[in-house]
């Protein structure tokens, strides 16, 4: 079966679909038939509207959800700054981190574990592009935890969509939608404004995260290949409904606003709608269920074909992210460099790897919970050591990946660097490009008799109008 098998079993029920309108009541008769806000709603619960898009937005993208509650979300205190000093993930004119721009290609070994914090202080800026006070671009996150949210606190980010890959570990994640576990080789995505807290069924937890600050994830075009295969959207998961009632504790709403920590008090819990119905809710979806397509004559083809989600830019082919994986698959290419190859990209490339060996870095150095990034048109490829073994290789059929899971966070946006990622982390591999390609050797041998054309022969250069100098005259 093409699902992942999992250490942790998830006892919690699901709908399917993606980007469906969904509806889910936790007591029979708490959805309103035929009207979104009655006079007076089913069990005197409030109704609440939450919006992912403008009203306006045409309707293929539209979202939004109805909500029928206890309380409404208002019912809070005013929020007031927290952490000033030490929480700012939004380098820039807005606090007094910045981004180091520049184009060495970098990579990480394995960020450390951290029993010590929650959920919401493990979040690190690694890397990014834009502003989310301006609904652009995206931030690149390592998360690691050891402790489970306070059972009174619940979070949510006014920035962006979170998209959750979990390396280590498992994630319980209440919503205000109801509950999902997300454990390794399953993604989560939460969009913007979305109440939830997370708590640690399996111990310390380890992972990376794409916050999307523009539009929302969407499901690649699938062209020529047809109606089915990737990410098929009867694979995506959302909970259903599942309240608590609780007007008798204080709790504390903290909320992530332009990259700022602040919190509210409220007297009753954040997680109390009894039922929802709309299209903009959180999701998970298992990366062993992705349906690959690949070559089965000859070349590498482009690694789009991996993309699970994507986030278009303005420019309809040009993502602002695209989340890729490389799941286990079969190469059968005859005649062809198998990995990828060697390649200058007008787009950003984050990598992570939530186990196993990326086949396309056999080194040693790319491992599970470290990461790589190749900028804005900085070179990159595979290892001096792959290359040597796949351009030999016998080129029989061959599974590579068994076992393995990468992933790449893509985006056409020149990526910086915090100063956390770069330096304080600890974590950078200066000698990456001593290990990758500095050992790479020339293999070009010129023909004998050497016959050169628009070059040099015997050193000899050609002159202006010499026909042997053309590769393609016509005279």
Sequence with gaps: MPVTTFKLEDKYKYQTGFNCHLESEAVEGALPIGANNPQ???HGLYNEKLSGTAFTAPRWENQQTWLYRILPASAHAPFEPKETETFDTNPGIHGKERWHQIPNQLRWDPFDLDETVDWVHSLRLVAGAGDPTMKTGLGIFIFAAGKDMDPHHAFYSADGDLLIVVQHGALNIQTEFGKLLVRPNEICVIPR??????????????????????????LPELGPIGSHCLANPRDFQSPVASFDEDTEHEYTLLAKFSGHLFAAKQQHTPFDVVAWHGNYYPYKYDLGRFATIGSISHDHPDPSIFTVLTAQS???????ADFVIFPPRWLVQEDTFRPPWYHRNTMSEFMGLIGGQYDAKTGGGFQPAGASLH???SAHGPDASTHEKASNA???????GEGSMA?????ALMVGVTEWG???????QHDY???SWEPLKPHFQRPTPAKIVNGTSNGVKGEIGDKGQVPHWTS
């Design 407 to 411: 992933f790449m966070f893509e985006s």
């Design 40 to 42: 007076k709603c089913p």
């Design 375 to 377: 900028n804005v048109m």
């Design 422 to 428: 770069l330096k304080k982390c600890a974590k950078v």
């Design 394 to 400: 016998e080129l029989k059929p061959a599974k590579v």
């Design 193 to 218: 404004g979305i109440r939830h807290r997370v708590t640690l069924p399996d111990g310390p937890v380890r992972g990376y995260i794409l916050e999307l600050y523009q539009n929302h994830f969407t």
């Design 314 to 320: 303005d420019h309809p082919g040009t993502a602002v």
């Design 433 to 435: 490009n001593a290990e």
